[in-house]
């Protein structure tokens, strides 16, 4: 009688190393299996988003199709690029290198066109405080 119980034991020994090792899929487990190259944390295509870019904006740069995103957020797209006001910090120059197209310049804000696939870039330049939408699309 003890020697059965051992048996028992030992196998659910055995079954439960196994089941950990992940070469027997136990009950409850469902049908979902880890190896051990794969890791848990979620793949980002998009850069996180900085603080200081405009939320329809950064959903902008995620959009599957940004035409229609823009279209239904009030937002103006040409020719790949998104009319937003980039608000500068104190004493700075527009930065250089992202294709900005200037509309409209007064004090610390310019108004006029970002490439969407640089506006996250611009937001974290170190002379950029706010990258937001104007407050009147195609007002220039």
Known sequence: MIAAWRVVGICGLLTALLAVSGCVSTPNQGNTTVSATETTAPRQTTPAQPAGLDDRLYELTRADNRTRYAE?????????????????????????????????????????????????????????????????????
């Open 72 to 140: 239904s957020h009030g937002l103006r797209l040409q020719n790949g690029s998104v009319q937003a006001v980039v608000i500068l910090t104190a004493n700075s120059t527009l930065p250089q290198g992202y294709g900005i197209t200037v509309d409209i310049r007064s004090d610390d804000r310019v108004q006029g066109w970002v490439p969407v696939d640089s506006l996250v870039d611009v937001t974290q330049d170190r002379n950029v405080n706010r990258v937001e939408p104007p407050l009147r699309p195609g007002s220039a």
